[in-house]
């Protein structure tokens, strides 16, 4: 895919992002942005912090030169502002009427002690946040956005770290109440109470990932596995007889000592076919009889991924400044209406300052050169 | 001023066919805030969710899962076997009559299709229809047809090849982090086509890739490689660039800090006491010399530069280590935090039921469950001041709501209902 020159139909063009996030937070901007928003970076003199997050550019340590930048500011335009001169602040309140959202990643109450808070903006706006929870960021600000469709009435969305980070849990928070325990760490192996089991497998040329269970969730899975065992002789007898549908793993390990055995005995079994054969070797026939195994790619591995490429996933962004095109990741989501584009590369510091101070917000070009010259932009 | 009502998904309807994690998470953002959901399972073929624990009582049962019940909540259940014809005659009588706004499904791309309910059929039922579709690699493509979990797309994804030390396996990460990428993204894409819709009149079908999706969270890795020709390997708790960036070791005594010390369970006390401890700055580093009293050691020129810091880490760690474990894992905590070194205690699930910052935001909910009883629900990962939204039903039983669906929804006749049994359409649990 190669940068479309035209603007087309995007389901939030309409709307304006003020993102004045940092780090990974920089996640709900871009999303906003890859949907069509139009998402400027509000940043310091100097240019954001994020910008000296690596990896960069041939490793040269320069505020244009972040590869996180390009990342995750990719569709976004750029601004400096000094928020912490009374000139500044007067031209972010300029700009935030123009805005649907505000978004920052502050400590609590920077924003409020600055006079632009939320109370300061009545706008939609919130704190706190890294790549999970620039994700709930966003996905919360839309569900106000919507609300505010309604309504016509903003409100703040707050996003904790910690919260956003314990969803990923998937659901072990309950173990203590519920089976009097934790869940630990146990490297390859899971330890979810009673049920402990293998998730990675080492093979002949690296590891897989690997779900070696019956039942709903993996019955066919261990049918096919075990047939395929048995095609090269290595499927056990008591492996071939058993009805896969009905040896719901957990159920059998919630028996105890002699569940437990069965349920390593069959993993043991399955490990040791998984060591006969290559990661490529197995994720073929994962992908034709859905066998529920995948390689643990590399980085190199997912550019090189046939399937990717299918989907013609990467899109080719030419950098005038490094006169080089670079691969970045598409859409992360197909849309068929109003499909996720790439339209520009992550901005320069202060790139559209005339664009949006002089052309936008209608400053004359003589007061964007006093307040360049007074520091403020 | 609270202004609560009107809850922000107030009268979208949602006909929801996933299952597992990454569908049921996306459309219950929708049902805590005012959607009406209708979620469709089967007893013949349930929801695989269902057999996973943590379990009411630790006992294995298909309503006890409290895993899929922290995904279901707020929705109603329809218990249909759509290996039956008129079950998917029912869906469309559903989709024309009760006019849903977004259909969600997970399954592989086949299955919508084989029961002509796939997008291109459904258009032709509700030409505005918002479908949401998402599996492990996308509705298109050589791999398509593949079936999996979020263990699955998380490795290929590149999680698990980075996860864990770089002299052992890959420990990958705990669970199926994928199902917890996906989900936020996916609902922003859904309000953006409601919007759009909102707009144009316009429906459409999103197809939503785990693998794709999830890849975008190592999109710096995946730059890094295509412009530097660097592979990033697992490296422990160590960072790229950044040192001292680890996990210390802590001295036991003084971890009661975070809570009354009964509440704190027998796992809980042999899972270690350690801080996580991340210097990404000189500011950092000198503050961090500071807290521990400036030993001679910190003078050492090996680690007056990061990059000195970094190519003698073992060694820092080790001498920062014989710091840490003079002090208890909240004291180390604190003590750093209070000169803004970004520092955290290691948490055990236990420990987040005492941790005083959850408590205060209300974290943890309790709701009744008409066969458990009370079950804990993780809480909300985002707050909204004024829409704050709801739990307002815990996870319903397969088919719970049959009869209320399709006699008060859809107005169908006792004996239409009646007929749906007998002819063994209906399910529940």
Known sequence: MTLESEETDSAMGPYRVLDLTEGGFNWSGKVLADLGADVIKVEPLSGSATRLRGPFYKDEVHPERSLFWYAYCINKRGITLDLESPDGQQL??????????????????????????????????????????????????????????????????????????????????????????????????????????????????????????????????????????????????????????NWDTAAVAAQGEDGMKD?????????????????????????????????????????????????????????????????????????????IRVRRRAPLIGEHNEDIY???????????????????? | MALAEPMAF?????????????????????????????????????????????????????????????????????????????????????????????????????????????????????????????????????HASYGGYGPLAAALSGFYNITGWPDREPAGPYGAYSDFINPPNALTAIVAALEYRRRTSEGQHLDLSQYECGAHYLAPAVLDFLVNNRILERKGNQHVEYAPHGVYPCQEAGISSAGSEPARSEAARSGGHWCAIAVTSERDWGALCGVIGNPPWVQDARFSTLAGRKENEEDLNRLLGEWTIQHGAHEVMRLLQESGVPAGVVQSQSDLWVDPQLEQRGFFQWLDHPECGPMPYDGFQFQLSDSPGKMRMPHALIGEHNELILKDFMGLSDDEVADLVIEEVLESS
């Open chain 2, 10 to 142: 107030e009268g979208i309807k949602v006909l929801d066919f996933t299952w597992i994690a990454v569908g049921p998470i996306t459309t219950k953002y929708l049902a805590d805030h005012g959607a009406t959901v209708i979620r469709v399972e089967s007893v013949t073929r349930p929801d695989g969710a269902r057999t996973l624990p943590p379990f009411k009582d630790a006992q294995p049962g298909i309503n006890r899962s409290q895993l899929s019940a922290n995904y279901n909540t707020s929705k109603y259940g329809l218990g249909l076997n759509m290996t039956k014809p008129q079950a998917r005659e029912l869906v469309k009588r559903i989709i024309t009559q009760w006019q849903p706004d977004i259909i969600a499904e997970s399954f592989t791309p086949n299955a919508m299709r084989n029961w002509g309910l796939d997008y291109q059929n459904v258009k032709e039922l509700k030409p505005d229809i918002i479908y949401l579709s998402t599996c492990q690699q996308g509705q298109t493509g050589p």
């Open chain 1, 92 to 245: 972010f309140r300029k700009l935030a009427a123009t805005a649907d959202f505000v978004m920052e990643s502050f400590p609590p109450g920077y924003m409020d002690n600055l006079g632009i808070g939320y109370k300061d903006l009545s706008r939609i706006s919130f704190p706190q946040a890294e790549l999970h929870a620039g994700a709930q960021a966003a996905a919360g600000a839309m569900v106000a956005f919507w609300r505010c469709q309604k309504t016509g009435a903003g409100q703040q969305v707050d996003v904790s770290m910690q919260e956003a980070i314990i969803w990923c849990l998937m659901g072990a928070t309950s173990f203590p109440p519920l089976h009097d325990i934790n869940a630990e760490r146990a490297g390859a192996y899971r330890k979810m109470g009673f049920l402990v089991y293998r998730g990675v497998y080492p093979c002949t040329d690296g590891y897989i990932s690997a779900l070696v269970i019956g039942g709903v969730l993996g019955g066919n899975s261990m049918r096919a596995l075990v047939r395929w065992m048995d095609e090269e002789g290595m499927a056990p007898d008591f492996m071939k007889e058993r009805d896969w549908y």
């Open chain 1, 263 to 339: 349920v390593e005995a069959v993993q043991k079994s399955a490990g040791d076919f998984f060591a006969s054969k290559t990661k490529a070797e197995l994720y073929e026939r994962a992908v034709t009889d859905r066998i529920l195994i995948a390689p643990c790619n590399t980085v190199q591995d997912i550019w090189e991924s046939p399937q990717l490429k299918a989907r013609e996933f990467w899109v080719e962004v030419y950098h005038p400044e490094l006169d080089v095109p670079i691969h970045y990741m598409g859409p992360y989501i197909g849309m068929s209406k109003t499909p």
């Open chain 1, 358 to 377: 002089v052309r936008e917000l209608g400053l004359t070009k003589e007061r964007l050169e006093e307040l360049k010259k007074a520091g403020v932009v």
